[in-house]
Each structure stands twice: as structure tokens, then as C-alpha cells.
T-cell receptor
């Protein structure tokens, strides 16, 4: 398994602001990059995902920007809301001998203040 | 609620005891994953099943850990002779043919 490095570890944003979380990877064999949102006491839930042949994907207030040459991708949350306060994980999919598994970053704890 | 259920939700045990967790995936999902998540970290892959076959195991899965999926539906993860370092959230995820893994709420284990 190869590492996925995520930053920042924590983030405080005012309501209505833009939250930006960054991830970087080394293994060029990764072929799918999802972002998961996790609330306390819950399992991670898929938020948005991108393949490396696309540079940007937008779903509502959430956008992934992907830079294949730099091996970096980021999550932008526009018009951040207090309900977005959660831990966000980037992940990268790697292929095993018989299927796929995900390699997660360490997470970013986002707090959106009113 | 993703439709993946895990039981129990919480387990407190003494060091040296054996524990078993159960995961019920989304119906008809033939792929099932176990992950471990420690405080302040992302989930770490442990093992993967396709139907009843265990096709992949992480180096994190020591000999004290065993996972089964006997009928290709629910799965169990057993930890023998628990150690304090086993304290973590154990997450189960399932997938059908698509890319998305759907996670359950996890079982939080505390080893005293």
C-alpha cells in the first residue's frame, strides 16, 4: 500500500467561506480518488470521487480539482455551512491481485463556525 | 444509513480475551471489506472478500485476526488474545460492481 498525504490536519472556516483540503500521492497506479465525509460515531460516507483522466468534478457545493502531473488533488467546499463540520478523508484506489482496496489519508477535521 | 450494519457497535474487553464482530453488507453486494481506524487516522485496509473467498489480506492482519464470510453474505472478524493496541474502530464496507464502497457505522473496540 502506498501513502496518501493529506493536509491540513484541521481547518476552521467561517460560514459562507471556502474550505480547501489537499492530498498528494506517489503511486501512479492509483486509478480512482474518492473523498469521504465522516461524522462522529458514524462510518465514512462517499462525498464525491474523480478519475485521473478528469481535471475537475463538481457536485453541488463540492468540487474536486485533480492535477495528474503533480500527483495532487484537492476538495473545495463552497459556501461552507455548519452542517459540513466533519472529518474529511481523501483516498486512492489501488488494485490488488484480485480486486480493489482504498488507501486513505489521515483526515482533516473541518469546523465551520456560524 | 448506508444499509451496511455492524454488531456490536461497542465492545469493551479485557486484554487476552477473544472478540468477534459481525458485518451484514448491503443485500447482493458480493464484495466485502474490513478496515481498522484508530483515533485521528484514516481507515486502514485489513482484508477483502469476493463472495465467500478471502482474496486479499493486509500485513496488518496478524495471526490473531481471522475473518470469514461462510455463505457469501455476512462476515465475521475475530480477534484472539486481544491486546491494548487492538483498540480501534473496525469498519466494514461492501460493494457490488461499481466503484463505491459503502461503509457501516463500525464497531468500536476498547481493550483494557
Amino acid at each position: 500500500q502506498q501513502q496518501v498525504k493529506q493536509s491540513p490536519q484541521s481547518l476552521i472556516v467561517q460560514k459562507g467561506g471556502i474550505s480547501i483540503i489537499n492530498c498528494a500521492y506517489e503511486n501512479t497506479a492509483f486509478d480512482y480518488f474518492p473523498w469521504y465525509q465522516q461524522f462522529p460515531g458514524k462510518g465514512p460516507a462517499l462525498l464525491i470521487a474523480i478519475r485521473p483522466d478528469v481535471s475537475e468534478k463538481k457536485e453541488g457545493r463540492f468540487t474536486i480539482s485533480f492535477n495528474k502531473s503533480a500527483k495532487q488533488f484537492s476538495l473545495h467546499i463552497m459556501d461552507s455551512q455548519p452542517g459540513d463540520s466533519a472529518t474529511y478523508f481523501c483516498a486512492a484506489r489501488w488494485t490488488t491481485n484480485s480486486g480493489y482496496a482504498l488507501n486513505f489519508g489521515k483526515g482533516t477535521s473541518l469546523l465551520v463556525t456560524p | 444509513d448506508t444499509g451496511v450494519s455492524q454488531n456490536p457497535r461497542h465492545k469493551i474487553t479485557k486484554r487476552g480475551q477473544n472478540v468477534t464482530f459481525r458485518c451484514d453488507p448491503i443485500s447482493e453486494h458480493n464484495r466485502l471489506y474490513w478496515y481498522r481506524q484508530t483515533l485521528g487516522q484514516g481507515p486502514e485496509f485489513l482484508t477483502y472478500f469476493q463472495n465467500e473467498a478471502q482474496l486479499e489480506k493486509s500485513r496488518l492482519l496478524s495471526d490473531r485476526f481471522s475473518a470469514e464470510r461462510p455463505k457469501g453474505s455476512f462476515s465475521t472478524l475475530e480477534i484472539q488474545r486481544t491486546e491494548q493496541g487492538d483498540s480501534a474502530m473496525y469498519l466494514c464496507a461492501s460493494r457490488l460492481l461499481g466503484e463505491t464502497q459503502y461503509f457501516g457505522p463500525g464497531t468500536r473496540l476498547l481493550v483494557l
